[in-house]
Nanobody
Framework: QVQLVESGGGLVQAGDSLRLSCAAS????????MGWFRRAPEKDRESVAT????????YYADSVKGRFTISRDNAKNTVYLQMNSLKPEDTALYYC??????????????WGQGTQVTVSS
């Protein structure tokens, strides 16, 4: 089973950018659809973006569309989340997960431990 480790979070100011990485173990990473999720304090977990196994299909939540970009490098077993024009409401713990279907954020399976993103105003 694949294991996921997120990195790249931090404390930034509104308008700044961050790139999150999710490194996967195992030789079958290229078979997995992947997703980024986040959970803000006292809020439900939210799907942020998903990507299919080849990178040819993506999905974005309305709240991040036009600001965030999900991508993957199967040769490096890594999926990325480029976050631009960050807002204080983007503050959350960000997780990556494997998905059974890239178009169904509810089809998650394996989770990473998360990386904290804090955006100050």
């Amino acid at each position: 089973q694949v294991q996921l480790v997120e990195s790249g979070g931090g404390l930034v100011q509104a308008g700044d950018s961050l790139r999150l990485s999710c490194a996967a173990s195992g030789r079958t990473f290229s078979r997995y659809n992947m997703g980024w999720f986040r959970r803000a304090p006292e809020k439900d977990r939210e799907s942020v973006a998903t990507i299919n196994w080849s990178g040819g299909n993506t999905y974005y939540a309305d709240s991040v569309k036009g600001r965030f970009t999900i991508s993957r490098d199967n040769a490096k077993n890594t999926v990325y989340l480029q976050m631009n024009s960050l807002k204080p409401e983007d503050t959350a713990l960000y997780y990556c997960a494997t998905l059974k279907y890239w178009y169904d954020p509810g089809s998650y399976d394996t989770w990473g431990q998360g990386t904290q993103v804090t955006v100050s105003s």
